[in-house]
């Protein structure tokens, strides 16, 4: 099974308008992490967000915030305000754990988002 | 400039050829990893290192090899290239004491095309 499930290969979203970005994930482990990425046509990858499983609050960085819907287990993107700058591949990524030696990033395999002019 | 260096950036080798993907990185990270990236797959996890002289296998390890002789460099070999090894790959490196919380941070990445 699946641990991170984007179920949007692409989305389209109008310049200045907000957009989600779905991601789900299945873990048994009760401390974990999850990440967003931003991937451009350059091919870099970006770190854009990170959720604890801890975290009481939904995390935000500037237009950036983070749906953590923790009972259904989801953690959706959220960018408000969309830019041309924002098309490109999103990866949400999870890591599980508190031991040191469980620290590798499970991805999803990503959603392509192209703003429209 | 501090980060995750990856060489090269290009490759294209011939199949049965071996060759060694190389990665530093200079902000004393103890973890450090190889993902490959096929298009419709995201990022695959092929190995990983929690410190000097440890390495273990990721979800797709066969025809790779890794060693971590030092903090600083994680390199990638290939042993017997084969064109199903035709991806992009990226070395990450993590500060990571105990908890979740650390994210990666990446190399550029390395084309590498098998013919």
């Known amino acids: 099974a699946q641990k991170i499930t984007q179920t949007q290969p692409g989305m389209f979203v109008q310049e200045k308008e907000a957009v989600t970005l779905d991601c789900t994930y299945d873990?048994?482990?009760?401390?974990?992490?999850l990440f967003w990425y931003k991937q451009p046509s350059s091919g870099e990858m970006i770190f854009l967000i990170y959720?604890?499983?801890?975290?009481?609050q939904n995390a935000t960085e500037g237009r950036y915030s983070l749906n953590f819907q923790k009972a259904r287990k989801s953690a959706n993107l959220v960018i408000s305000a969309s830019q041309l700058g924002d098309s490109a591949m999103y990866f949400c990524a999870m890591r599980e754990g508190q031991r040191r030696s469980q620290g590798n990033l499970i991805f999803g395999k990503g959603t392509k988002l192209s703003v429209k002019p | 400039n501090a980060g995750v260096t990856q060489t090269p950036k290009f490759q294209v080798l011939k199949t049965g050829q071996s060759m060694t993907l190389q990665c530093a990185q200079d902000m004393n990270h103890e973890y450090m990893s190889w993902y490959r990236q096929d298009p419709g797959m995201g990022l695959r996890l092929i190995h990983y290192?929690?410190?000097?002289?440890?390495?273990d296998q990721g979800e797709v390890p066969n025809g790779y090899n890794v060693s971590r002789s030092t903090t600083e460099d994680f390199p990638l070999r290939l042993l017997s290239a084969a064109p199903s090894q035709t991806s992009v790959y990226f070395c990450?490196?993590?500060?990571?004491?105990?908890?979740?919380?650390?994210?990666?941070?990446f190399g550029s990445g390395t084309r590498l095309t098998v013919v």
């Open positions: 959720q604890g499983s801890y975290d009481q």
């Open positions: 873990t048994s482990d009760p401390s974990y992490g």
């Open positions: 290192s929690v410190g000097a002289g440890i390495t």
């Open positions: 990450a490196s993590s500060y990571s004491p105990d908890g979740p919380n650390y994210g990666y941070t």
